[in-house]
């Protein structure tokens, strides 16, 4: 069975910084293109970057600059490292498995908190 487990998430100062996971199982990791979105309650579903098996990324302009998406394919494990934290980054993360737009493919997500 297909397992995506994130972690990381919690209550962070503004400015400051986390770095979420997300453990996979139950699948060829490194075949696939890897994402993170976030949603927020009352606002519409945002993606936030992408992976492809390679190591290329693509990242939404709101966050570009300040998050870091990345991989290891030996541990099954997808990164988010997010600095600079602003309060609009407040909403749960969820890891997904191309194409991203389905929820089917997320796991359960990881609540992030900017306030101070």
């Known amino acids: 069975q297909v397992q995506l487990v994130e972690s990381g998430g919690g209550l962070v100062q503004p400015g400051g910084s986390l770095r979420l996971s997300c453990a996979a199982s139950g699948f060829t990791f490194s075949s696939y293109t890897m994402s993170w979105v976030r949603q927020a309650p009352g606002k519409e579903l945002e993606w936030v970057s992408t992976?492809?098996?390679?190591?290329?990324?693509h990242y939404a302009d709101s966050v570009k600059g300040r998050f870091t998406i990345s991989r290891d394919n030996a541990r099954n494990t997808l990164y988010l490292q997010m600095n600079s934290l602003k309060p609009e980054d407040t909403a749960v993360y969820h890891c997904?498995?191309?194409?991203?737009?389905?929820?089917?493919?997320w796991g359960q997500g990881t609540q992030v908190t900017v306030s101070s």
């Open positions: 992976i492809i098996g390679g190591g290329s990324t």
């Open positions: 997904a498995i191309d194409p991203w737009s389905d929820s089917r493919n």
